[in-house]
């Protein structure tokens, strides 16, 4: 009959009945449930008896549980906290430098244009040049010069003007003379 009440008590709980660590002997059982008494002063309450034999009440037994779930939970969110934070810190420093490796792009895209603008703008303004038959083209500060003119001095003239604009670093002179 106590083991009947402690069994019901304890599915009221959502609790294993009182069970003695060694489970294939009545002498267990009884000791269990007599610990169980014991420790409630009566026949009518559950009990829980763990692995060690230690013997406590089923709102003991899940406040224990609950302060363990807790600890865990609080542990592994300690620790995705922390994976998360490492994880968003390298995609900052990802962003970081490749909005700098765009930008450096960017920027040097802008100044060989600007490079090639005022070539262009050199070569036209020359009296002595048929600055509209040259093409200019710059690469990371390099100025190609390609096309035809009527002599070489056209053509040293023309090199002569690309590397005084401020910002080339050479000047690859690939201009035909007819």
């Known amino acids: 009959?106590?083991?009947?009440?402690?069994?019901?008590?304890a599915a009221a709980f959502a609790i294993a009945p009182v069970q003695a660590q060694d489970k294939t002997t009545e002498a267990g059982k009884a000791e269990?449930?007599?610990?169980?008494?014991?420790m409630t002063g009566t026949t009518g309450k559950a009990c829980v008896v763990?692995?060690?034999?230690?013997?406590?009440t089923p709102g003991a037994?899940?406040?224990?549980?609950?302060?363990?779930?807790?600890?865990?939970?609080?542990e592994k969110t300690g620790a995705a906290v922390d994976r998360t934070k490492e994880m968003a810190s390298g995609a900052t420093r990802k962003t970081g430098d490749a909005a700098d490796r765009a930008g450096d792009r960017t920027a040097r895209a802008a100044s060989d244009t600007a490079i090639t603008t005022k070539v262009?703008?050199?070569?036209?303004a020359e009296p002595d040049l048929s600055g509209m038959q040259i093409g200019v083209d710059t690469k990371g500060g390099v100025?190609?010069?390609?096309?035809?003119?009527?002599?070489k001095t056209e053509a040293d003239r023309a090199a002569k003007v690309a590397k005084s604009i401020d910002g080339v670093t050479s000047v690859k002179n690939e201009?035909?003379?007819?």
């Open 1 to 9: 009959m106590k083991t009947l009440i402690a069994t019901l008590i």
């Open 32 to 38: 269990a449930i007599a610990k169980c008494e014991k």
């Open 50 to 56: 763990d692995a060690n034999g230690n013997v406590t």
């Open 61 to 74: 037994a899940i406040a224990e549980r609950t302060r363990d779930a807790v600890a865990t939970v609080k």
């Open 120 to 124: 262009k703008a050199g070569l036209v």
């Open 143 to 151: 100025v190609m010069l390609s096309g035809v003119v009527k002599s």
């Open 175 to 178: 201009i035909k003379v007819k």
